[in-house]
């Protein structure tokens, strides 16, 4: 007869390839019930964005098949990890992870990439929220079709307002400044950011998707200095022009001591409708380079597609509307790595928690002689 013992030893065998533990000791085994033969439990796993949940899954199943346990039961859920420290950011304590997408210059189409990753991630079953923090030139409203959108106060606090599930902030909702220019000065600009993030009801959310503006501003250092975040996401185009200016922003965030999560590659390249070849017509490999110089994972590319133009012209993203386009599938690949990039940050803050928790621990009392 098979004994609950057994039935773990098997179980930890099972290896989550992006957090290289076994699942037994992160804790995705619960409420585990063996009784008469009839085994039963709960696979929780990191993210419902992981690019390996059904290769976890299947790996689980062949594990309890060689015990030779005839009536099995599982249930498969997900919970997202926490990959920053909510103990140290009171004011937004129900967001688990906030990711800063940056980008060293204008026209790489930031914004249209942090619009799409945040639907890719809402559409897996994460609760997503997008910020606009690009306070000169709000662009999500129009690529959402929100030209009419406002945010309401309720208690003092600001409620975003909502889009195809995703929850939204943008300096763009405020009518007077549809047709103006935002000319302020940098302390403005800074506490107009700190309101969006921590006066704003976010809610319960898994992750927190802040469009930057390009370049190594006052935005940027203001979210960097002003909460925890999980990392920066940094996205280019393949020409040097572009990966030599991005290599800037990444500077400055590596001196704040803030975890870049990864580097996307957006109009990748162009493929051919009538013969399905790839066409690099800006080059080829500029954000390979960056991940390779500074060893950080590649996370993407996003081929040139004129639907993810228009649609962002007319309110329309990708995503919504040609979910089975090659930039749609490239823009779920992306963010699925994403969302394990940020399993594997949580992993480690988790680790350095327990560290200094054992330390404490066995520190020596200090004597009272």
């Given at each position: ?41 709960t ?13 976890i ?15 099995f039961?599982?249930?498969v ?33 930031k ?9 890719a ?52 909702f405020?009518?007077?400044q ?58 280019t ?10 290599v ?11 975890p ?13 409708p009538?013969?399905d ?28 597609n ?30 699925k790595?994403?969302?394990a990039q ?12 327990e560290?200094?928790g ?12």
């Amino acid at each position: 007869m098979v004994g609950i013992d057994q039935v773990l030893e098997k179980l930890s065998t099972v290896i989550d390839p992006d957090l290289k533990k076994d699942i037994v000791s992160m804790g995705m085994i619960k409420d585990l019930e063996l009784n008469d033969g009839n085994l039963k439990f709960t696979l929780e796993l990191t993210t419902p964005a992981c690019p390996f949940n059904a290769e976890i899954e299947e790996d689980v199943r062949k594990a309890i098949d060689e015990l030779g346990v005839k009536n099995f039961d599982m249930n498969v859920t997900a919970k997202v990890m926490e990959g920053r420290s909510l103990d140290a950011d009171t004011g937004m304590a129900t967001v688990k992870n906030i990711i800063g997408v940056a980008s060293g210059k204008g026209g790489v189409g930031k914004s249209t990439v942090s619009l799409n990753l945040a639907l890719a991630l809402q559409q897996t079953g994460a609760k997503v929220g997008l910020l606009d923090a690009d306070i000169y030139g709000p662009s999500i409203p129009l690529m959402l079709g929100m030209k009419d959108g406002f945010m309401e106060v309720e208690d003092n606090k600001l409620q975003p307002a909502e889009s195809n599930g995703l929850k939204v902030v943008s300096f763009g909702f405020f009518a007077e400044q549809a047709h103006q220019a935002a000319i302020y000065r940098g302390p403005i600009i800074s506490g107009i950011l700190k309101q969006f993030l921590v006066d704003t009801n976010w809610s319960d959310l898994d992750y927190l998707i802040v469009d930057l503006p390009p370049g190594t501003g006052d935005i940027p250092l203001t979210l960097a200095q002003t909460i925890p975040i999980t990392g920066i996401l940094v996205v280019t185009t393949p020409q040097d022009v572009a990966s030599n200016v991005a290599v800037k922003a990444i500077g400055m965030f590596e001196k704040l001591n803030v975890p870049i999560i990864g580097v996307v590659e957006n109009m990748s390249h162009f493929i051919c409708p009538n013969c399905d070849e790839k066409h690099y017509i800006f080059g080829d490999g500029g954000a390979k380079k960056i991940s390779e110089q500074f060893n950080m994972p590649f996370l993407g590319e996003i081929p040139l597609n004129s639907g993810i133009m228009s649609g962002s012209d007319v309110g329309k993203p990708i995503m919504i509307t040609n979910p089975d386009s090659p930039s749609s599938v490239a823009f779920r690949i992306a963010a699925k790595n994403i969302a394990a990039q940020c399993s594997i940050l949580a992993a480690k803050l988790q680790e350095e928690v327990e560290s200094e928790g054992s330390n404490e621990e066995s520190a020596p009392e200090a004597s009272t002689n």
